[in-house]
């Protein structure tokens, strides 16, 4: 954002006109995950004509910068202007506050009545008699996301992102582009599909949404090609070609642009398939029929249209409300899980439609419509609410177009690294000019000399070495059943420190199994009674019984019973059979699509003194909402004249629903104790009213849903899945944090966490909780029992506050990094309502709170994605394990995200596979590869840097390597070894506790960096003194650019071929996160074939090899097993620093200086808060001196 002085001008203007007159900046939200702040600019036309000018006369070097850096062009040719009379805006993308995009757009002027290009396809008939009949055709409405609709003839906009951003004239702000139903009422809805739009308005749509089309781009082989030889190492590379053909290298020059090519070909060739093939996936188009008997192309339908449902299987291709009927939805695309979901009719009702609320009349874009029902010969009608990129599906894809910002520090690092790389060569530049300045040579040589230090110090085969490591751990992983979407994920997830788990379908299995039903007693005192194992026992009248038969979702698909997997559960236990008829009795339900439930056997009830079967009519559904956390039917007996609403859901929720002396006194009690048993309970209520159908159509969902009467419990098992506890297990040891977030009950979620390791035996569990009062507490609870008092939160983060003060900074670190505080024996467990709480009372204690946080329950979908950025905030590296919809935002939020699910939902995460056993294989693989690459960049930087030092040293002797000489190394060693560096498999032991190191720029690799290099040039400059001692020595002098057949450059050459060899030894790490570099056969097998021929050409190489390497071999054996010796002693040391000091001392043991230590934990927020907690925390005065008593005495014991 720019300095107060661009906005103090606002203050001085009364006039709100001339306020926004001076706005040139605006902040836009329109996503939570990223600050959007958006700049109008006007181009200057004698700006533009300088800056061309002057990018032509420079060779069109500008023109390269300003393809990297486009915001320098707009910088460069336009002028910041209020967004009135601004042409082009510039949009500033931060997400979490560190990665920063530029995105630059051109506002567009448009005339909603300028059709000019679009084909209404249908109504090309109707286009010249068209009239306009109302003031509704002739203006067409803007609806924005903010609710506000605008009635205006023409209007601007630019794309961002494939979404339209509309500027608002009357209150000069920009709002994103919104479907017809952001503001609407659900009665408006149905209003505006009361008759079909006449043409002229359906053109109008048209033109202001687009075509309903999700396009991927694919762009040409020739434009992949430019984009990728226009990278700013690629454009070093060209100049580094450039400079070996001065010089001439030709055959090096060859092989680097086969090794360049290669490099592009493969990336291009793979970016071509990746876009043919998401375009040949998300792209589809469909003829549809739409009211009034026309039959269009889908991709002409546009938001307000009428589509009308045929019988048959069909693809919805954008996103609707259904009208009319009923459909069978498989929404699998969406959420994972292929079930199908019943959608009924959206009600006619004065309430503000909310896509999240009414999702069950809502069919979306991509989901399957398997049956529609419909009755009278009236047909099944959805209003066209969204087409194009602003549907689910839509939304979809632009989260794999444009997928959030990798900010890992290994790949920040690595480019500060490549600058140091650059710095070394600027100094090996000048000490290239001095040198052959003193020595008199011609310009020419000196600058093509100093040219191409440079080029040696920045190595050209860094990018293809690095990628290697994580093809072989994607393919590694492949054979493990875990499929890899992006490979920049793979280096992430081995530096994973923190891992959240979804609770059902994840850690525990998909299905749920019928466990018992607790039915309430009757007034006066309303109590649970006994279990009932099986509630086929019950009496078919009971009203719990009756409740579970027809309080659900399921349908007949093809004649079986098909829905959600516990509504399956739950009315197969009831022993009740489900119908369907064709021809619905209306006189019976005053209905028109009823779904009837009745006892299989014969069960009758008395009606005004009249024997009648027991028959029930579903005849108004409330699907489940995960933010109301209930679900509901009304239903009818046949021969009643009253309605009855029944009513399941959470427990909690259903309390403040019923009537209070209708719930049962021990509620609390019994919940409790099956929830810590692990199973899922699932309250159930009715009601009954005397009002009609009609009446019911026109009430709100939340008149139906009151006043309830408390029914009793349902009991699901929800088993745990047989790896659960294993994978825990080793998460736990290898002290990762773990985090269990559901959607469940905390009773229950806290009794799975139990069994499956999460919350260890003897641990404090700290329940936060909320009050009546909106205020959170604390209770604690130890074995099952609760400790003490119920303590206030606000009280205890005063007291931590408190004491954070007390002990600031100073206090922190007399306590010193080498001993931390151990760690307390708690763990936190808190709901959603709590969560949400904490975050709008409590927002500086979140990160003290959830440090210690092990379960999450009732949380929603966007409160896991809050948690997921919390914990990131932190400084944890955080994956995400899930398996539906509802993780979708964390799985895309979290650093590395574990789908379970192999739907087109599991695009969210990176990573997909069908077991929860795949979040160790990624770590361990992503471990392996996170070493890999470190070990691969330390091999390329040390290859450059030795290269480097033999070509500085022979520089001071007027010599060089020859161009045979730098192809030798080049090609037959580096890209030999940095090819097979990654073939090492990861380690198949117990993950470490030492996570792998994610910084280049730390103490570690540095020092492993400068250590090796002082090895290599000792053992250099040893190999030079051996051969200048021998008589028959004479030092070289310059005879010309070709001439570097000397008795240094053997000494040098050959030395540091062996060196070579040593790096990608001593670099390739083993234990604990690969295997043995003996294991990997072909590198072991390469690495002594090219011993072998190193030493070939040290002692004694054929005359025509030594003349094609242009070596001048010594006239003394002797010196030829020197550099033997020397190389020995070299790979010697090289191996004992690297494998003792640098990875037993430096890494297990952590002997590095303390004040560095302190400062890595001053950089990381969640070590920082470890040193503040303690074992009392969230206990009581009382209770503190009683607990340490309890465990004092049972240590005694033990």
């Known amino acids: 954002m720019e300095s107060d002085d661009d906005i103090q001008p606002l203050i001085d203007y009364p006039n709100t006109n ?139 906009f630019f794309r961002h992102k494939k979404q339209y951003i509309v500027w608002e004239g009357a209150r000069a702000q920009w709002a994103r582009l919104a479907g017809v139903e952001r503001g609407a009422t659900c009665t408006n809805l149905h209003a505006m599909a009361s008759r079909v739009p006449c043409v002229e308005r359906r053109n109008r749509m048209l033109n202001i949404y687009g075509l309903n089309e999700i396009k991927v781009p694919v762009q040409s082989i020739m434009t992949l090609v430019l984009l990728e030889v226009f990278n700013p190492f690629y454009v070093f590379q060209v100049f580094t070609i450039a400079l070996w053909l001065a010089e001439p290298y030709y055959y090096y020059c060859l092989a680097i642009v086969l090794m360049s090519t290669f490099g592009v070909a493969t990336s291009v060739i793979q970016t071509k398939k990746n876009q043919i093939s998401l375009r040949a996936t998300v792209e589809s188009h469909a003829d549809v029929e739409i009211w009034g008997g026309r039959h269009i192309d889908s991709r002409y339908l546009a938001p307000g249209d009428v589509l009308i449902l045929p019988a048959y299987p069909t693809v919805m291709l954008c996103d609707a409300v259904l009208l009319t009927g009923s459909a069978i939805v498989n929404e699998s695309m969406l959420t994972g899980e292929s079930v199908p979901v019943s959608k009924t009719a959206l009600q006619r009702i004065d309430k503000e439609f909310n896509i999240k609320e009414h999702n069950s009349s809502v069919l979306f874009c991509g989901t399957e419509v398997l049956q529609t029902r419909y009755y009278n010969n009236e047909p099944v009608k959805a209003l066209v609410l969204r087409t194009g990129y602003n549907t689910s599906k839509g939304e979809l894809v632009r989260s794999i177009l444009y997928p959030v910002p990798a900010d890992f520090k290994f790949d920040r690092d690595s480019y500060k690294f490549i600058f140091i790389m650059a710095v070394i060569a600027m100094i090996g530049l000048g000490y290239t000019v001095a040198l052959k300045i003193h020595r008199h040579l011609s310009i020419r040589d000196i600058v093509l000399k100093a040219l191409d230090l440079i080029t040696i110090a920045v190595p050209p085969a860094l990018p293809a070495a690095m990628t290697v490591g994580r093809l072989y751990a994607v393919k590694r992983l492949a054979r493990a059943r875990v499929t890899c979407l992006n490979t920049r994920a793979v280096n992430v997830s081995g530096s994973l420190d923190c ?142 004249d009253v309605i009855r609403v029944y009513c399941k859901g959470a427990p909690e929720m259903l309390r403040t629903l019923c009537l209070p002396e209708t719930v049962p006194e021990n509620l609390n009690t019994v919940l409790s104790s099956y929830a810590e048993k692990g199973y899922r309970v699932i309250a159930m209520s009715r009601r009954v009213m005397e009002v009609t159908f009609k009446q019911l159509e026109k009430m709100d969902r939340e008149e139906v849903e009151k006043d309830l009467e408390f029914l009793g419990l349902i009991i699901m098992e929800n088993r745990l899945k047989a790896a659960t506890t294993g994978v825990i297990r080793e998460l736990k040891e290898a002290d990762i944090h773990i985090v269990m977030i559901t959607g469940d009950n905390i009773h229950t979620a806290v009794s799975v966490a139990k069994e499956c390791g999460i919350l260890a035996t003897g641990e404090r569990v700290v329940r936060i909780a909320v009050d009546t009062d909106g205020k959170l507490y604390c209770e604690n ?60 009372q409590y927002p500086s204690a979140i990160g003290r709170t959830i440090e210690r946080g092990a379960v999450f329950a009732r949380m929603s979908p966007d409160q896991k994605q809050q948690l997921v950025m919390e914990y990131q905030a932190l400084g944890y590296y955080v994956g995400m394990c899930g398996d539906g919809a509802n993780d979708c935002g964390a799985l895309r939020a979290a650093h590395a995200g574990i789908s379970l699910s192999d739907r087109e939902s599991s695009v969210a995460a990176p990573f997909t596979a069908p077991i929860v056993l795949a979040v160790t294989t990624v770590l361990r693989e992503g471990r392996a590869a996170l070493s890999t690459s470190f070990g691969v960049f330390k091999f390329m930087i040390a290859y450059s840097l030795t290269e480097f030092l033999s070509v500085a040293f022979l520089y001071y002797f007027d010599a060089n390597l020859t161009d045979f000489q730098f192809l030798y190394i080049d090609v037959a060693l580096i890209v030999n070894f940095a090819f097979f560096f990654g073939v090492t498999e990861a380690h198949t032991g117990k993950l470490s506790k030492l996570a792998p190191l994610t910084s280049l720029i730390g103490i570690v690799p540095i020092a492993s960096l400068i250590g090796q290099m002082l090895l290599i040039v000792v053992a250099q400059y040893l190999s030079y003194l051996a051969i200048s001692y021998f008589p028959w020595y004479v030092r070289h002098t310059y005879e010309g650019e070709e001439m570097n057949e000397c008795w240094e450059n053997y000494a040098i050459f050959t030395i540091s071929m062996f060196q070579y060899v040593s790096l990608a030894i001593c670099f390739s790490h083993g234990s604990p996160y690969r295997k043995s570099v003996l294991t990997n056969a072909q590198l072991m097998t390469s690495v002594v074939i090219m011993i072998a021929i190193n030493v070939y050409i040290t002692v004694s190489p054929a005359e025509w090899l030594a003349k094609f390497l242009q070596l001048k071999m010594p006239k003394d054996q002797l010196m030829c097993y020197i550099v033997l010796a020397l190389a020995s002693f070299n790979f010697v040391l090289g191996l004992f620093y690297e494998r003792f000091v640098i990875q037993y001392l430096m890494e297990a043991k952590r002997m590095i200086p303390n004040f560095i230590k302190e400062r890595q934990v001053r950089k990381t927020p969640h070590l920082m808060i470890k040193r503040q907690l303690t074992a009392m925390d969230y206990l009581d005065c009382d209770t503190v001196v009683h607990y340490d008593k309890e465990m004092g005495s049972s240590g005694q014991s033990s």
Not at 133 to 139: G, H, I, K, N, T
Not at 523 to 537: E, I, N, S
Not at 548 to 569: F, Q, R, V, W
Request: aromatic share 10%.
């Open 781 to 840: 609870t130890l074995h099952g029992v609760p400790i003490g008092r119920r303590v206030s939160f606000e009280r205890e983060y005063q007291s931590a506050s408190g004491r954070w003060l007390d002990s600031g900074v100073g206090g922190a670190s007399e306590r010193g990094a080498e001993q931390p505080s151990a760690e307390p024996r708690y763990k936190v467990a808190m709901t959603g309502d709590a969560w949400q709480v904490l975050r709008s």
């Open 18 to 156: 001339e306020v926004s007159l001076e706005l040139t900046f605006q902040v836009l939200n329109i996503d939570p995950d990223f600050h959007k702040v958006i700049y109008g600019y006007r181009k200057i036309k004698w700006r533009t004509v300088l800056t061309y000018i002057f990018s032509t006369l420079t060779c069109g070097f500008p023109f390269l910068v300003f393809h990297w850096y486009p915001e320098f062009l707009l910088y460069a040719t336009s002028q910041r202007c209020c967004f009135q009379i601004a042409d082009q805006v510039l949009l500033v993308e931060t997400y979490q506050k560190k990665c920063k995009s530029f995105y630059i757009h051109k506002i567009i002027n448009r005339n909603i009545s300028d059709s000019s290009g679009l084909e209404n396809q249908g109504f090309e008939d109707d286009c010249e008699k068209s009239k306009v009949d109302s003031a509704d055709d002739l203006y067409t409405p803007l609806h924005l996301d903010d609710g506000t609709v605008l009635n205006v003839q023409q209007y601007r």
């Open 499 to 640: 891992i959240c788990f979804d609770k059902t379908g994840t850690l525990t299995e998909d299905g749920l199994d019928m466990w018992g039903v607790v039915p309430t007693s009757p007034a006066p005192t309303a109590m649970l009674g006994r279990v009932q194992r099986d509630p086929r026992k019950m009496n078919d009248l009971h009203e719990l019984k009756i409740g579970m038969a027809t309080c659900h979702s399921l349908t007949l698909l093809n004649g079986e019973l098909a829905g959600d997997p516990l509504d399956l559960k739950m009315f197969e236990s009831t022993g009740w059979s489900l119908e369907e008829p064709d021809v619905p009795e209306l006189s019976n339900y005053d209905i028109l699509t009823p779904t009837i439930v009745k006892p299989k056997g014969s069960a009758n009830i008395n009606v005004d003194n009249m024997h009648m079967p027991l028959e029930v009519g579903i005849v108004q559904q409330y699907q489940f909402v995960s933010t109301l956390q209930r679900s509901s039917v009304a239903v009818r007996l046949l021969g009643e």
